[in-house]
C-alpha cells in the first residue's frame, strides 16, 4: 500500500483512537495534529506532542500531507477548514455527519473539482460497514427502503425505559450519568442526530440529494412509560426510527420519529446503545447490518478503513476510483409528512361513558381511516379512561384531521401521543 | 466505469439471475454462456440462445472476455475451466464455495502469478456483503471470531422444529416439499456446506489459509424434539453454528456443529434461510451482517456487485488493486475438536434411582468439568429418566472421557446427545 502523510483535525475521545490505531500501520505517517488546546496533557502512551498545532490551516496548507483527517465535529469553523484542505488537494477522511448532511453538496463538488475524494463512513453508525457497502459491492441494487436505529442514546434510552419500566426522565438522567447521553441531550433525543445520518444514507441509497431541513423529525421526550407499556402489551417494542423510502411515483420519503416496531423485526431486537440498519434493495431483499454506532474504537475501525482503502487504491491510480467520487447532481424530491402513509397508535384519554369507543371509531371512520385494534386499559380516578387505537394503514394528513375532530368533543379529553407502526 | 466483456459458467437459478440483473448495465456485455445443454428451453424474457455454448473453453479462450462468472458449481471440470481462464488472464467471479475451500490457494496463486484477480462475495452467505467489508473497510482490524449462521437449509429445519415441535425427520420432508432442501440433503444437514463457507470466510478474516478438512465438522440430524424443547426451558435456541477463532497462542479453531444459543443473543433470533454473520474484530467490537444467504437474486446481488467494483478498478488501472488479491502464504494452525474448551449440554437416559444425578456429577468432577445446571425431566415408563446437564467452560477431551465414564455404568443408559453452547 502507498506510504501517506496525514494531519488530524482534532483529538477528542474519537481522534485519541484514531491516532492509537493508526500509529499500527507502517505506511501511514501522522505529520501533524491540530486541536484547540496544545497544552493539554494526552491519555496516549509514549504521545508526541511535537505534533500538535494549534492552527488547522497549517495542516491544509502542507504540501506534504496527502488526506486529512477531521474528527473535530461541527460546523464553523470545520467546514472552512475542510474547504481550505480541499482547495489544496488533499483528500478527506471525516466523522463529522452535521457538516456532510447540511454542507456536503458544496464539499463533494469542490472535491471533484480538485479530483479528490471525501471519505466518511465513520459519519454513520461509528464501526458498521455501510457507506462503501453501499456504494461498492451493493452497487448492482436499486435501493428502497432504510430503516434504521442509528441513535445510540435514544436506543439505550427506550431500553431500559421497556426493560426496567422506568420514566423517559428517570432514563435519561441514568444515561447522563453513565455517559451515554450529554448533559445537553437534545441533539440525540430531539432526533438530529438521527436526521443528519439518515440525510446521508438516503442520499448515496437513492443516488438524489435529500434536504436535511426537509425531513420531518420527532424525538423522544414525548414517550410515556404509558405508551412503552402499551406497546408491549400489543407486542411492540418502542425504538427511534430513521427511514428512508422511494415511493412508486419517485418521490422520496425521510423522517425520523419514534415508532411501535413488532417484536419479530429484528430492529426491535436491537437493545442499548447498539445501532442496526436495515437496508432493502432489488435484487439483494433485505440486509440488516448491527453493531457499534459510536464510540472511539469502534469510530475509528472505520475511520482507518477509509484511510486504508484509499491509500490501497492511490498504490494502484493516482485518481480517485470512480465509485469513491460522491456528486449528486438531482435533488431528491421530498414529500411532507401529512402525504406519508402508516398504520398508527393513537393513545387518547376519553370519559368513561359507553359512546366513547364507538365516537373515536365513527371519527375515524369519516377520515377514511380503520382500525384494526381498540384497547380500553382500565378506568382512572376521574372517571376518565385510556384507549389505545392500532389503525390500518392511513395517511397521515387523514390522521391528524382525525385527531382534531376528536378533540372537538367533551368526550375526548386528551390525545396523549401519536405514533407511527412498522410491522 | 469500464466496458468489460464477460462469459458466464452455467445457467441454473442462479445463472439466470446473474443474466438478468447483468443485462441492465450498459457498461457489460455478456458475450457468451456455457450450458450443458444449449437446446434447453431458457425462462429468460427475450433471450439470445446465440449466446450459448456447451465448450466452457469457448469463453475461457476467448480473447475479447476480460472476466468469467462461475456459477455451475462444483470441482470438475470447473477447476480445469477457471485455471484456464486465469492462464488466458481472465478475472473470476465465482459463487463456487466448494471449489475456493478445497482448492482456492492453488487458483489464488495462479491468479496472482497471471495478475488477474478473483471475487467470490457469492461464495459465502449469498446476498450479504461480508467478504468485501472484511477486504476493505474493515481491514484495519484485527479479527478474533466470527460465529455465523451460512446454511439456510438447516437454519430454516430447525426454526420449524422449535416452532412447531417437528421431529428432525419430518422438518427435512416439509423443506424438501417447499424446495428448501435437496433431494439428497447431505450437504446442508451434515454442515459440508457450513464448512466450505467458515473456510473461505476464517481464511480471509485471519489471513491464514485454512485447510478444510481440518475444521471439525457435525450436522442437524442427531438434534431430537427433546433437545430443542430443553434447549427452549433453559434459555436457549438449537442452531448450526460455524465458527472460526484466534485462540491466544495464535492457534486456529475452526468448526461447525450445532449450539445451544441464549435466546438473548442476536444469532437466536435469526430465523427460517436467513443466514447471519457475527464477526469480532480490534478495534470495531462486534458487528453482526444479516440477510439472505441463497437464491437467485441475492446471490446475483453480489456477483454483479464484485464485478461492477471490478469495472470501476479496471477503469482507473489495468492492475488489481492490492486490497482485491487474496493469497495466503501463511497456514494456520488449526487445533482439534478436543482441544477446544466450550459450555455443554449432555442429554443423559439413567435409572431412576436417587444416586444417578450424583454419579453424574462425581464423573463430571474427576474429569475437570463444573456442572452449572442440572434439570431432571420426568420418569420413562421402563422407569428411566431423562437429565440433562449444562455445564461451564471445559476442555472437550475432559467431555469425551466423562460421557465414556458414565457409560461404564449400569445406572447411565444412554448418553442422547452431546452440544455445544453458546451465550
Keep these: ?36 488546546n496544545i497544552n493539554k496533557k494526552r ?108 441513535n445510540g442514546t435514544t436506543n439505550y434510552i427506550l431500553t431500559k425505559m421497556a426493560e426496567q419500566d422506568l420514566s423517559y426522565e428517570t432514563a435519561l438522567k441514568q444515561a447522563q450519568e453513565l455517559g451515554y447521553a450529554e448533559t445537553d441531550p437534545t441533539g440525540d433525543v ?20 435529500v434536504n436535511i431541513n426537509k425531513i420531518y423529525r420527532e424525538g423522544i421526550t414525548k414517550i410515556t412509560a404509558h405508551d412503552i407499556n402499551s406497546a408491549k402489551e400489543l407486542g411492540y417494542r418502542i425504538k427511534l426510527i430513521a427511514m428512508g423510502q422511494v415511493l412508486s411515483d419517485g418521490k422520496i420519503d425521510v423522517r425520523v420519529h419514534p415508532m411501535l416496531v413488532a417484536k419479530k423485526h429484528l430492529l426491535a431486537k436491537i437493545d442499548n446503545a447498539t445501532n442496526s440498519i436495515l437496508l432493502r434493495g432489488n435484487p439483494v431483499g433485505d440486509l440488516v447490518f448491527t453493531g457499534a454506532g459510536a464510540g472511539a474504537e469502534p469510530t475509528s475501525s472505520s475511520v482507518a478503513g477509509d484511510l486504508l482503502v484509499l491509500a490501497s487504491e492511490l ?11 460522491c456528486h449528486h447532481d438531482e435533488i431528491a424530491d421530498q414529500i411532507n409528512i401529512g402525504d406519508t402513509y402508516n398504520e ?35 378506568i382512572n380516578d376521574d372517571n376518565t379512561a385510556e384507549i389505545v387505537v392500532i389503525t390500518e394503514t392511513s395517511k397521515e394528513a387523514d390522521v391528524q384531521n382525525a385527531l382534531a375532530d376528536m378533540l372537538k368533543s367533551d368526550s375526548i379529553k386528551n390525545i396523549n401521543n401519536l405514533l407511527r407502526v412498522m410491522n
Tied chains: 1, 2.
Design 190 to 209: 430531539e432526533g438530529f442526530d438521527a436526521a443528519y445520518k439518515i440525510a446521508i444514507l438516503s442520499t448515496i441509497s437513492f443516488n438524489k440529494k
Design 1 to 36: 500500500m502507498k506510504s501517506l502523510k496525514v494531519g488530524i483535525i482534532g483529538l477528542g475521545t474519537v481522534g485519541s483512537g484514531v491516532y492509537k490505531v493508526l500509529k499500527n500501520f507502517k505506511n501511514i505517517e501522522i505529520k501533524k495534529i491540530a486541536v484547540k
Design 315 to 325: 498504490e494502484a491510480t493516482d485518481s480517485p476510483l470512480p465509485q469513491s467520487v
Design 43 to 150: 491519555e496516549i502512551e509514549d504521545f508526541n506532542y511535537d505534533l500538535l498545532t494549534d492552527n488547522p490551516y497549517e495542516i491544509t496548507q502542507d504540501n506534504e500531507i496527502d488526506v486529512v483527517i477531521e474528527v473535530s465535529g461541527g460546523i464553523n469553523p470545520t467546514f472552512d477548514i475542510l474547504k481550505s484542505a480541499i482547495e489544496n488537494k488533499k483528500h478527506i477522511v471525516t466523522a463529522n455527519k452535521e457538516l456532510l448532511a447540511k454542507k456536503g453538496s458544496e464539499l463533494f463538488n469542490l472535491a471533484k473539482e480538485k479530483n479528490v475524494v471525501i471519505l466518511y463512513e465513520a459519519a454513520v453508525a461509528g464501526g458498521i460497514p455501510i457507506i462503501m457497502p453501499i456504494k461498492t459491492i451493493l452497487c448492482a441494487n436499486k435501493i428502497t427502503k432504510i430503516a434504521a436505529i442509528l
Design 344 to 378: 398508527y397508535y393513537i393513545s387518547i384519554t376519553a370519559s368513561n361513558h359507553p359512546g366513547a369507543i364507538g365516537f373515536i371509531g365513527s371519527v375515524c371512520g369519516k377520515n377514511n381511516i380503520n382500525i384494526s385494534t381498540i384497547m380500553q386499559k382500565g
